[in-house]
């Protein structure tokens, strides 16, 4: 064997064969309402365009039917043409059986718009409201000044704050936002200060 | 030295690496699907775990029996070690097998393990499929919010609007629902005030919205930006970029997208989908322990992951799969294939049942006419093809010239100012042409229409000569005003958009390359289709034409044309092969026009690799410098490995560590002082035979661990990678025994071997670092990015442009 501890790597956990099951109920939940939404009359339709013929103008048909009564002889009611060119008329005409959710459409773009707001209202929190409300904190400075290279790092004042007892909720909350934080200034400057990744 | 300060030189990223060891031993993890380095969260206690092998014996207490937390993860921008991880997960799949012999559970366990990788899928394709569904729905509303709002209910985009009330056949977009902005706000629609208005609006929530785009890319998220292809290919072939595939990522990039297609610049969500979709792949990995803690196994499902991407993108499952084999994966093993296509299939059918666009269709620019074509049609398919490969010149060398200057100048300096510059930009021009006002995936989808006697939209805008129709089958007729008009306004839209996509990929906001390639090879098409079918209407005595279209019948169909040129466009910017062609008949469900599509696209390929070598994506990959040795080329010069080894014969000798003679404060020394990410070992200094291979980041964690744990241990302490302890006089400190992270197998070629051996052997097994020998004894080392810098002087460009280790 290569590395022995290579032998531990599948250390059975059992709270990892949880997890997959909670996330599969979940996925189920949320999937669930627009697939089962419940087909409202108002959302399935036949829509039949016919073309102008003859003497009669263009005109477009809707109407609730199912997909096997959705043809021109159906939908067409007011039949324009006689009876014998009923054939005719109808060969020229399209038929197209259609359906849409609305529930679902309204759904998704009230959530959309939903993690579009808190996300703004997040960003502003961060730039106007998190200054103030926190303390300057040494770390921040050197943060700042620091040199364009990978090897140097000032994270001195990091493990005093983080290894701190973190063990109330809030000071977890603020160390993981804290982490975050860090992150993505690391990754700002990547890609828009040092412009080495991403072009 | 101070440990602390040694510590702090030693780690690259700023990833929380640091505080994940330093409160390892506290409950602190917050979020299990963290981008940081899979640590080993059991760890904590020290039981002595035999599985090794190695001798138990409490006599040297070898702390170092269990990996510790961070041993075998790789730092950030590096690359991984692909042998030793394939090796790990052989281990781990032997001793899952053993064990299940032993009991019930054990069995379950192995059941389960093997069937993780099928549950991963799915969940893979079902987040995928919800993605894709929210995108799509999203982005079709935002689109029209620019021109107008719905009375009925504000969710609903234009067409949606209009569903339930009966329009005329005349006026089939107008509905009393819908109101455009000057009706809103004047109350009626008519007239030149009420048109500068509506200018303006849609100006102004075309600037909002991609500003909100850039902000929310900058403020959360700067990984966002960008189409994610190369950066993809980069990661799948080895690289670690650690939180390019995290959450944060995925939910700005999926917000972001939509903002950045509603805003009307000329890109697509395509690639930028591929990312959303390795994002949640990431992301769900975290959930199985097999997935997580394997580099390897973990590219094999983003490799999966990418195929679902690209399969809600195009409603294309299989064209997904082969684009995650052409153009985006490394490795692709055959499981791999059957386990891509499954996930495909899941988030295909998932978009399905979403139904964004309200006809049970995937994309919005299905095609459904089968109408034949003809043989002598193929020379205008190759003047397409030769059209598209020389557009994909033009536009990776101008692209790649734009970025570069984005790179190195001022330019690159006021990211937000040049996004809001050339939304402006596009939003000015693309209002008063009604074909660059629509979505592009709206054009194309209108181009790519055949004209039947239902369509009153100006392209086919016909002379009808109603005697003659019979059915639905239109023959060849002499075009009307309406078409002429389309075709000028048409070409105006196609300068447009060759010019403005140069300079909008690559901007910070999610970009992708498909559509508006698609976009650029459509119009085309079209404006040749339409001019081939007069040709052919008026010249119908010509001998070319005589046999095969008789005025009256139905011959060139100019919607076939504009596919064609989109594939041959597309073709010639990503160079794809397969995979389009693939991609293009499952959008247009049949398998007629083959024939057409391959010509089209071969003959693209064929111009555009001539005037240039790479595709878009292996282009940007080199100027961003990745470190991406590249599988398809051929090595052809008659260097040897001698050449390219490090130490070169002017530097100083190879930085070794001897096995059991030196102290902890020598390897201190010797890994603060130099940046290598690893040190080769030997049996002792005199004789230079090999031993093995200790990787930079082990050592420096174990010390410390050991520094801080284990008793005795001192600057004075012995380390020893040996199997037996060495003897020492008894008043020495205890021995630090460090076998345990030493790779006894590191790969070796001898000085003489040629570099095309060495490379291929690189790409091959995906090698980190190479050690090199002579008669026996160790003389120098050659990395990955010593070959790829080697690559790059051979082929005469900057050597120095690789920049990541």
């Known amino acids: 064997i290569l590395f022995p501890q290579a032998s531990r790597m599948f250390a059975p956990s059992s709270r990892n064969s949880v997890s997959p099951v909670l996330l599969l109920v979940l996925l189920g939940c949320v999937l669930c309402p627009p697939a089962q939404a419940s087909k409202s009359s108002e959302d399935i339709r036949c829509k039949c365009i016919c073309p102008p013929y003859r003497n009669i103008s263009g005109h477009i048909y809707n109407k609730n039917v199912s997909q096997k009564d959705c043809n021109c002889l159906h939908v067409v009611e007011p039949m324009p043409v006689p009876g014998n060119d009923v054939e005719a008329y109808c060969l020229l005409c399209e038929c197209k059986y259609e359906e849409r959710s609305t529930t679902t459409i309204k759904v998704i773009i009230i959530i959309y718009l939903s993690v579009v707001g808190a996300l703004l209202l997040y960003m502003a929190f961060l730039v106007l409201v998190d200054p103030l409300i926190r303390k300057p904190d040494p770390y921040t400075q050197p943060l700042h000044n620091e040199e364009d290279s990978e090897d140097t790092h000032s994270l001195a004042a990091v493990p005093t704050l983080a290894g701190a007892r973190a063990n109330t909720v809030l000071e977890r909350v603020e160390g993981a936002q804290q982490r975050w934080k860090r992150q993505v200034q690391e990754q700002r400057k990547t890609v828009f200060d040092r412009h080495k990744m991403l072009s | ?805």
């Open chain 2, 1 to 805: 030295m101070d440990q602390k300060g040694f510590r702090r030189g030693s780690f690259h990223s700023a990833t929380s690496d640091e505080d994940m060891l330093e409160i390892a031993g506290a409950s602190m993890d917050f979020s299990m699907a963290d981008d940081d380095p899979p640590l080993d969260r059991e760890m904590g206690g020290f039981s002595s775990y035999n599985g090794g092998g190695m001798n138990g014996t409490s006599a040297m207490m070898d702390f170092l029996e269990e990996p510790l937390p961070g041993v075998g993860t790789y730092e950030d921008f590096n690359t991984i070690d692909w042998v030793r991880e394939k090796s790990r997960d052989r281990d781990r799949h032997r001793e899952i097998t053993n064990r299940s012999k032993e009991s019930t559970w054990a069995l379950l366990h192995s059941v389960s393990d093997a069937f993780s990788g099928w549950l991963l899928m799915l969940l893979i394709g079902l987040l995928a499929g919800s993605l894709a569904g929210l995108i799509d729905i999203s982005a079709h509303w935002m689109t029209d919010l620019k021109e107008g709002v719905c009375l009925a209910g504000f969710w609903f985009n234009h067409e949606h609007c209009c569903w339930k009330s009966n329009t005329t056949f005349t006026d089939r977009d107008k509905c009393p629902e819908w109101k455009s902005w000057s009706q809103l706000i004047l109350g009626h629609g008519e007239g030149a005030f009420a048109y500068i208005l509506n200018y303006l609006m849609y100006v102004i929530w075309a600037l909002m919205f991609s500003l909100l785009a850039v902000l929310l890319v900058k403020g959360f998220a700067p990984y966002a930006c960008g189409s994610g292809i190369p950066e993809i290919k980069t990661i799948l072939s080895g690289f670690i970029i650690r939180g390019y595939l995290g959450k944060w990522t995925l939910v700005i990039k999926t917000i972001t997208l939509v903002l950045a297609v509603s805003s009307g610049l000329s890109l697509g969500k395509e690639g930028p989908l591929v990312h959303v979709a390795c994002c949640c792949g990431n992301i769900l990995c975290h959930l199985f322990t097999k997935y997580r803690k394997n580099e390897a196994k973990r590219r094999e499902v983003l490799s999966a992951a990418a195929a679902a991407g690209v399969s809600v993108a195009f409603g294309a499952p299989i064209g997904g799969v082969l684009f995650s084999l052409e153009e985006v994966s490394y490795y692709f093993p055959l499981k791999t294939l059957w386990r891509s296509f499954f996930a495909a299939l899941v988030a295909a059918f998932t978009l399905r049942s979403i139904n964004p666009f309200g006809n049970s269709r995937l994309v919005l620019f299905y095609v459904e006419f089968h109408m034949p074509w003809h043989l002598l049609e193929l020379v205008p398919f190759i003047l397409l093809g030769i059209f598209g490969g020389l557009w994909g010149a033009f536009f990776i060398r101008s692209n790649i010239a734009w970025c570069r200057r984005r790179k190195t100048t001022r330019l690159g300096k006021y990211p937000v100012l040049e996004v809001i510059v050339v939304t402006a930009i596009t939003a000015i021009l693309a209002f008063p042409n009604e074909y660059t006002r629509m979505s592009t995936s709206e054009l194309i989808s209108e181009l790519f229409n055949d004209c039947g006697i239902l369509d009153s939209s100006k392209l086919c805008e016909y002379v009808n000569d109603f005697n003659s129709t019979k059915g639905d089958d239109l023959p060849d007729r002499a075009a009307g005003p309406g078409v002429y008009t389309a075709m000028w306004q048409l070409a105006l839209a196609l300068i447009m958009k060759v010019f403005i996509t140069i300079f909008t990929f690559g901007m910070k906001v999610p970009s992708g390359l498909f559509i508006p390639s698609m976009a650029v090879g459509a119009i085309a098409g079209r404006l040749l289709g339409v001019a081939v079918e007069q040709l052919a209407f008026y010249h119908h005595d010509w001998a070319i034409f005589s046999g095969w279209c008789s005025p009256g019948a139905d011959c060139i169909t100019p919607g076939l044309y504009a596919m064609v040129g989109a594939a041959a466009c597309l073709g010639g910017v990503t160079r794809m092969t397969v995979s389009l062609v693939v991609i293009m008949f499952e959008l247009t469900g049949g398998l007629e026009y083959i024939v057409p599509l391959m010509a089209a696209a071969m003959t693209s390929k064929w111009v555009a690799d001539a005037i240039g070598r790479e595709g878009i994506y292996d282009a940007h990959i080199r100027l961003n410098g990745y470190p991406f040795l590249e599988a398809k080329e051929e090595f052809s010069h008659k260097t040897r490995a001698m050449d390219v080894m490090r130490p070169r014969k002017s530097d100083p000798p190879l930085t070794v560590i001897t096995q059991d003679t030196m102290t902890v404060e020598d390897v201190e020394t010797i890994v603060t002082s130099t940046t290598y990410s690893g040190y080769p070992v030997v049996v002792s200094r005199s004789s230079q035979r090999l031993v093995g291979f200790v990787l930079r980041r082990d050592l420096i964690i174990s010390i410390e661990n050991a520094r801080k744990k284990q008793d005795g241990i001192v600057s004075t302490s012995i380390i020893c990678f040996t199997d037996y302890s060495p003897p020492l006089p008894p008043s020495s400190p205890s021995v630090l025994k460090l076998r345990s992270i030493l790779d006894l197998s590191p790969f070796t070629v001898t000085d003489e071997t040629p570099m095309e051996i060495v490379v291929d052997i690189f790409r091959k097994l995906g090698l980190r670092q190479c050690l090199v020998t002579h008669n026996g004894k160790l003389l120098g080392i050659i990395t990955k990015k010593d070959v790829l810098k080697h690559i790059a002087q051979m082929a005469n460009q900057d050597p120095d442009s690789i920049l990541f280790n």
